[in-house]
């Protein structure tokens, strides 16, 4: 960032990224183990300069009835980091911001297929046999 702030000029450069990761691990017994993340790093936005915030997500999902239902029990950002975090410094303006919230959630699901699960066999429509005679 370059630019003029009351008559100042201010610069500001920075590399930033940011990754995410998501995987599963089979277990005995028709567990799954769910692992999963993100990541921010240092960046600058704007005027501000913000620090890095990051997320572990877990959980566990038990297949039950013939993989028919599922059980799915997830807990999102687990130690409770994903955070806005930034300062801002120019002139006699030294401003910091911590901006946390409620980001750690427990969910629990329950999913069941219905029906027989076999498809059935289309029946063509009335419009196919208008169009057959149509042709003649």
Partial sequence: VRTQVEGTAVR???????ASSDHTFLLPKQYKLLVGGGYDSPG???LFCTK???ALNLGLKKQIRAERASFSLRV????????????????NVNQTWNNQW???RVTLVFTCKI???KTQARRPA???DEEGRVGR
């Fill in 102 to 104: 409620e980001s750690r």
């Fill in 126 to 128: 009335a419009s196919a």
């Fill in 76 to 91: 999102a950002d687990v130690f409770s980091t994903s955070r806005f975090r930034s300062t801002l410094r120019y002139n």
């Fill in 115 to 117: 029906g027989s699960g």
């Fill in 44 to 46: 600058v936005q704007g």
């Fill in 12 to 18: 500001l450069a920075s590399y930033n990224w940011a």
């Fill in 52 to 54: 890095a915030t990051g």
